[in-house]
DNA sequence: ACCTGAACACCGTTCAAGT
DNA sequence: ACCTGAACACCGTTCAAGT
């Protein structure tokens, strides 16, 4: 299982002394957070991946939450929320598809919620999304103030809808769980919801 | 720090052969995790707080997250969400209220935020907010799928905001935090907006 | 400068033994 | 039935040493 066919042009760098860096360590631990769970990976699982001790790690990164940050950093940028084709003039649909992807985006790796709450920052990719969204929304006619309130609304919604989905759901009565089962456009509804208040509000407002 | 002078008739158990139940555990589990954070909810910690052996509490328990689950379910206990004034008739009031108060019962523990996502399920004490839910909503005239929906956005939203007050605030710029931090009841407002959506739809339907 | 090796204080958990 | 004791395979991390 170590190397007898060459891979996939995957890991072309081979194990030599100065090949190690931040990005390459985070790369690999995001291939790891991504196959195995982010719950399982550790110093000591990365360091076997790159074929290197543990302690090799601690030259690149000043302990573990570094590097879940790095991981979580780069699995952002991966997912490129605001790359979508909807222009900034529809600020609307661009809303609606930009919280649609970054749900998409968290449902695609599970194993990161427990990492959403505390402690681990979000680095240059999640404060993107937010100045993104607080832009077009200030082009639409906002104030930046009221925009940043309404961001905060869908990311909250968007994050807890995710969570939601993939455990609380869980852990209702078998009645209620089939009513749950059968409206599977929960996010969009909440989206669709928040956005037409923002709608209303500056159709009033103008 | 043991026990000079008797502490306020909480633990007067005193440890004796069959003393060790999963309720006693559960009390000592929480009150760890209400001090100290339910991340350093460990087997050991809790066995030194009832002056056990590790193992004694594997009689009672199947496994660690077996222990996590009754701390948490006795957490949503205590925190009796359901339980203020606010009649059932006044549907949009007791719901405005109640996920209000899931909310400050969250923010009361943040470090039950990682656990909220996955695996770990929130037993009756959960089930029951949700359920209690359904029922209000109902009698004021939703079905009940179109209530189990709003349910789920509201828990959505609630999770969400709360995670992020904890913790996504803290990633955003300088000057993002600024607008951020003098927008208190984000909370308020991300309720009334989906709570008045609902108002509406009653409003048409009828 | 960059990496290794041995060691430490923790985990959760198993298994065999005591009362 | 209920609890103890020793042991195992893991953690993250420190410190001293190699190249």
Not at 24 to 40: C, M, Q, S, V, Y
Not at 61 to 83: G, H, M, P, T, W
Not at 86 to 98: C, F, I, S, Y
Request: charged residues 20%; neutral net charge.
């Amino acid at each position: 299982m170590t190397s007898m066919n060459p891979p996939a042009a995957v890991e072309t760098a081979k194990h030599q002394r100065g090949h190690l860096s931040r990005e390459r360590l985070a790369i690999a631990g995001l291939k790891i957070a991504r196959t195995e769970g982010l719950e399982n990976l550790t110093m000591k699982r990365l360091a076997k991946a790159v074929a290197v001790t543990p302690m090799a790690i601690y030259r690149h990164f000043e302990d573990k939450s570094d590097l879940i940050d790095a991981v979580l950093d780069r699995f952002v940028q991966e997912q490129d929320i605001c790359n979508h084709g909807v222009p900034g003039k529809d600020w609307a649909g661009w809303l609606e598809r930009t919280y649609s992807n970054m749900y998409d985006g968290l449902q695609s790796m599970p194993s990161v919620y427990p990492y959403l709450s505390s402690g681990s920052r979000f680095g240059a990719g999640a404060t993107d999304v937010v100045t993104q969204s607080l832009d077009v929304m200030e082009a639409a006619g906002f104030s930046r103030e009221r925009a940043a309130q309404a961001a905060s609304t869908l990311n909250g919604f968007v994050i807890g809808c995710a969570i939601m989905d993939n455990a609380f759901y869980q852990s209702l009565s078998a009645k209620d769980k089939a009513l749950h089962s059968n409206l599977e456009p929960r996010l969009q509804t909440g989206l669709r919801l928040i956005i037409s208040g923002l709608k209303h509000e500056l159709s009033v407002q103008s």
